[in-house]
């Protein structure tokens, strides 16, 4: 008897934990704790308008996802005073408005009462919901009636709040297990795409007598810089965030994943906020990034690694900086074909790359864009 009890209870905590769930039954429990021959509630659809949503005791589908603006009818009374409003037949009352006679007349109804459903949390009280009872009849809806449906507003209410409560922690926990999937792929797929888009770039410097082969190569590379692609997409997807704001993020995770994989201590540094990129710009300034930490992780003895970013002459500048002691290089757009072909794309978006050799021994790979016309 009490497991069954224990059970009871259960299933009932976790119907009020559902918002569907704990209005449809709180029509329910306006009829039978009323006595009325209809109970139904409205959910505010913005700040000055209520809809009828769910209803029971209802002989037709009138008043079904019927909407109830500010100060219309009984409900929209209830919306515009804040307190509870009755009428004894509703076709003939003087203190209502009349917008909605067609679906009460419709639907049978004559007397009618109805309140607030109130969250108190804080300070003044707010309307988040009407509760109805309504009789097929002319009569009074008492005091005694008017404070029970009261009270089924008050367990409504509260209903409501463990609802809200129960949603916003399922999707924490949602939120949470997508940065995870996010963090798992990134650190493994993404790893390992780049790992052999290293491999097959060495493999291009020592065959290249072989034309045959290296026509197979760069069929290699492509088919892994569109996975690549494909895998930028799902984790942005899973990031919740769109190409355009994912900028920062993105260039943070490169380079949490280029020290987690080579061991050398890099550090994002972003210098002051930046206006959103459009994609084409987002993605030009991510394949900097990583062609910058691409050359370290090849050429570069380095010991640590920044990578930074900021706004810069009315555009935005990237900037991939080592202290290694790697290959000499020219300054200028740089010697490698990745650098060249950055360097290309820039261009077409009115921007510039440059690879320079620091005094100190390192390498820096500057990438400038001007912002989007808007």
């Known amino acids: 008897m009490v497991l069954d009890g224990l059970l009871r209870e259960r299933d009932d905590l976790l119907a009020v934990l559902d918002r569907v769930v704990a209005l449809h039954g709180t029509a329910q429990l306006i009829r039978d704790t009323v006595g009325a021959h209809s109970g139904f509630v409205a959910d505010l659809d913005g700040p000055g308008e209520a809809v009828i949503r769910w209803l029971c005791g209802n002989r037709t589908g009138n008043l079904q996802n019927l909407r109830v603006p500010v100060g219309q009818g009984v409900g929209g009374r209830v919306l515009a005073l804040g307190k509870p409003a009755r009428v004894s037949d509703y076709i003939s009352s003087p203190t209502i408005t009349h917008q909605f006679d067609a679906q009460v007349r419709g639907e049978g109804l004559a007397a009618m009462v109805a309140v607030p459903i109130l969250d108190r949390q804080g300070g ?3 309307t988040v919901a009407i509760a109805y009872a309504a009789l097929r009849e002319s009569g009074d809806f008492g005091d005694d009636a008017v404070r029970d449906l009261e009270g089924i507003a008050d367990r409504a209410a509260t209903a409501l709040r463990l609802a809200a409560v129960a949603e916003n922690t399922k999707d924490n926990a949602v939120s949470a297990e997508r940065r995870r999937m996010q963090s798992a792929l ?189």
């Open 124 to 126: 003044k009280p707010e």
């Open 186 to 374: 990134h650190d493994s797929v993404g790893a390992l795409l780049f790992s052999i888009g290293v491999q097959v770039r060495d493999l291009h410097q020592s065959i290249q007598d072989n034309p045959m082969l290296d026509l197979r190569l760069r069929r290699l590379e492509s088919d892994v810089s569109a996975a690549s692609s494909a895998l930028r997409e799902a984790l942005l997807a899973l990031s919740e965030t769109s190409p355009e704001r994912a900028l920062p993020v993105e260039i943070a995770e490169h380079t949490r994943s280029f020290e987690a994989r080579c061991g050398v201590p890099a550090r994002f540094v972003q210098l002051a906020s930046v206006p959103p990129m459009d994609a084409e710009r987002t993605a030009m300034l991510v394949a900097v990034v990583r062609e910058g930490l691409l050359n370290v992780e090849k050429h570069a003895r380095a010991v640590s690694v920044v990578v930074s970013m900021g706004p810069c002459d009315d555009g935005v500048q990237v900037v991939v900086a080592d202290d290694g002691t790697g290959e000499q290089v020219e300054a200028g757009e740089g010697t490698g074909m990745g650098v060249r072909s950055l360097a290309e794309r820039a261009a077409r978006l009115g921007g510039h790359v440059s690879l320079v050799r620091d005094d100190d021994g390192g390498c820096t790979l500057r990438a400038w864009l001007p912002l989007p016309c808007r």
